[in-house]
C-alpha cells in the first residue's frame, strides 16, 4: 500500500457547489482484489462491449476526510469532479471509500439481521469472511457491469436519464440494477466461487438494509426500485419467499450452498443480458430504449403479488434491535 494525500475543490455528482475538501489515506491492494487491468481485459473480451467505456476505479482505505468528502455520504468519490490545489496529488482515478463502505455495513446490520429468518442471516454472514475485500471487489464489478451494452457514459451524454430535460429516476434505478446484475457475471468469472458469493451475498444485504433503514430512519428509500426490482427477480428464481414467522414477516432464503448461488449470479446476469443489455442494443435511438427501460420497470411494479410480499417485510413496524 501507498500513501497519497489530496486537497483542494470537490463537488458530488447530484449538486454544483465545490468546496475545499481533502482526503488523506493508503491505496489498498494485495492478493484477491481486482485491479483495472483484469477487470478491463474482461470487459473488452465481452461480446457486449461496445468498444469504448473502461473502468478506472482504485479502492482506498481513508484516515483522514474533509469538506465534502466527509459531510457528504457518498462512498465513490469521481475525479473529473475533484479541482486539485497547486500542491496537491491528482486524482487520476476514481476512488472507492473501503472503510466509510464498511463502517456504514456495521451501523446497518442490526436493520439487515431484522429481515430474515436467524438462520439465513447466520449462514450469509458465515460467507462474508473478508468483508473490505469484497467492498471493494463489488464496486469493481459493479462499474464494469455499466460499460456494456448500452454503457451509462453514453446514456448519459444521450440525455438518456432526463428525455425532455427531467431526470426520471426509475431509468435511473433500473441502470443501477442492470449493473448490479452484470456485475455478478464478471465477478462469477473472475473470482474464485467463494468470493464471488461473497460479492452476491453482500449486495443482496445492502441493498435490502439500506432500504429497511431508510424506511425506519429516514421516511425514504435511498436506493428508489432498486431493492424491490431484485426482490422481484430473486421471488422469480425461486431464491426468496416471504414467510410469516409468529406475527413477522421475514425473507426466506432457499439455498446458501456456494453452488447454487454461483448458478443464481449466473442467471441473474443472463437475466440481464436477455432483458436489459439485448433490448437495448436493438435499436439505435435512445428514446426508444428508455421506453423499452421504462416498460420493465412498469412491468414488474404491476407484478401487484411481489409488490405486496415485498411491503409486508420492508414496511412492517420496527423491532426493539432496530430501534435500538
Not at 456456494?258 to 435511438?285: F, S, W, Y
Given at each position: 500500500?501507498s500513501?497519497?494525500?489530496l486537497?483542494?475543490?470537490y463537488?458530488?455528482?447530484s449538486?454544483?457547489?465545490y468546496?475545499?475538501?481533502?482526503?488523506?489515506?493508503e491505496?489498498?491492494?494485495g492478493?484477491?482484489l481486482?485491479?483495472?487491468?483484469?477487470?478491463?481485459?474482461?470487459?473488452?473480451?465481452?461480446?457486449?462491449?461496445?468498444?469504448?467505456?473502461q473502468?478506472?476505479l482504485?479502492?482506498a482505505?481513508?484516515?483522514?476526510?474533509f469538506?465534502?468528502?466527509a459531510?457528504?455520504p457518498?462512498?465513490?468519490?469521481?475525479?473529473?469532479?475533484?479541482?486539485?490545489?497547486?500542491?496537491?496529488?491528482?486524482?487520476l482515478e476514481n476512488?472507492?471509500?473501503?472503510l466509510?463502505?464498511?463502517?456504514?455495513?456495521?451501523?446497518?446490520k442490526k436493520?439487515?439481521q431484522?429481515?430474515?429468518c436467524?438462520?439465513?442471516?447466520?449462514?450469509a454472514?458465515?460467507?462474508?469472511?473478508?468483508?473490505q475485500?469484497?467492498?471493494?471487489?463489488e464496486y469493481?464489478?459493479h462499474?464494469?457491469?455499466?460499460?456494456i451494452?448500452?454503457?451509462v457514459?453514453?446514456k448519459?451524454?444521450d440525455?438518456?436519464f432526463?428525455?425532455?430535460?427531467?431526470t426520471?429516476?426509475?431509468?435511473?434505478y433500473l441502470?443501477?440494477f442492470?449493473a448490479?446484475?452484470?456485475?455478478?457475471?464478471f465477478?462469477?468469472?473472475?473470482?474464485p466461487?467463494?468470493?464471488?458469493?461473497?460479492?452476491?451475498?453482500y449486495?443482496?444485504l445492502?441493498r435490502?438494509?439500506?432500504h429497511?433503514?431508510?424506511?425506519?430512519?429516514?421516511?425514504?428509500?435511498?436506493y428508489g426500485?432498486i431493492p424491490?426490482?431484485?426482490?422481484?427477480?430473486?421471488?422469480?428464481?425461486?431464491?426468496?419467499?416471504?414467510i410469516?414467522?409468529?406475527?413477522?414477516?421475514?425473507?426466506?432464503?432457499s439455498n446458501l450452498?456456494?453452488t447454487?448461488?454461483?448458478?443464481?449470479?449466473?442467471?441473474c446476469?443472463?437475466?440481464?443480458k436477455?432483458?436489459l443489455?439485448?433490448v437495448?442494443?436493438?435499436?439505435p435511438?435512445?428514446w426508444?430504449?428508455?421506453?423499452a427501460?421504462?416498460?420493465?420497470v412498469?412491468n414488474?411494479?404491476?407484478?401487484?403479488?411481489?409488490?405486496r410480499?415485498f411491503a409486508?417485510?420492508?414496511n412492517q413496524?420496527?423491532?426493539d434491535?432496530?430501534?435500538?
Amino acid at each position: 500500500m501507498s500513501h497519497f494525500s489530496l486537497h483542494g475543490q470537490y463537488r458530488v455528482q447530484s449538486r454544483r457547489d465545490y468546496a475545499t475538501s481533502a482526503l488523506e489515506g493508503e491505496w489498498y491492494g494485495g492478493p484477491g482484489l481486482l485491479g483495472n487491468a483484469g477487470i478491463n481485459e474482461a470487459l473488452r473480451a465481452h461480446p457486449f462491449w461496445t468498444g469504448q467505456a473502461q473502468v478506472a476505479l482504485r479502492p482506498a482505505l481513508i484516515s483522514q476526510r474533509f469538506g465534502k468528502f466527509a459531510s457528504e455520504p457518498d462512498i465513490l468519490y469521481k475525479h473529473d469532479l475533484f479541482i486539485p490545489a497547486p500542491d496537491s496529488d491528482a486524482m487520476l482515478e476514481n476512488i472507492v471509500d473501503v472503510l466509510k463502505s464498511w463502517q456504514n455495513w456495521i451501523q446497518r446490520k442490526k436493520f439487515v439481521q431484522t429481515l430474515f429468518c436467524a438462520e439465513d442471516y447466520q449462514h450469509a454472514m458465515g460467507h462474508l469472511s473478508d468483508l473490505q475485500a469484497t467492498i471493494a471487489n463489488e464496486y469493481m464489478v459493479h462499474e464494469a457491469g455499466h460499460f456494456i451494452a448500452y454503457d451509462v457514459s453514453t446514456k448519459q451524454n444521450d440525455g438518456y436519464f432526463a428525455p425532455g430535460g427531467k431526470t426520471v429516476w426509475p431509468l435511473i434505478y433500473l441502470e443501477e440494477f442492470r449493473a448490479d446484475l452484470n456485475a455478478f457475471g464478471f465477478a462469477v468469472k473472475l473470482l474464485p466461487p467463494e468470493q464471488a458469493v461473497q460479492i452476491f451475498l453482500y449486495n443482496l444485504l445492502l441493498r435490502f438494509g439500506v432500504h429497511r433503514q431508510g424506511i425506519l430512519t429516514l421516511h425514504s428509500a435511498p436506493y428508489g426500485l432498486i431493492p424491490y426490482l431484485l426482490f422481484c427477480l430473486l421471488n422469480e428464481l425461486g431464491f426468496v419467499a416471504v414467510i410469516n414467522v409468529h406475527g413477522r414477516y421475514y425473507f426466506r432464503l432457499s439455498n446458501l450452498h456456494t453452488t447454487t448461488l454461483i448458478g443464481l449470479m449466473q442467471d441473474c446476469a443472463h437475466h440481464a443480458k436477455v432483458q436489459l443489455n439485448t433490448v437495448e442494443m436493438a435499436t439505435p435511438r435512445s428514446w426508444e430504449r428508455a421506453l423499452a427501460a421504462a416498460s420493465y420497470v412498469r412491468n414488474r411494479l404491476e407484478q401487484y403479488e411481489q409488490t405486496r410480499q415485498f411491503a409486508l417485510v420492508m414496511n412492517q413496524p420496527a423491532t426493539d434491535k432496530e430501534q435500538a
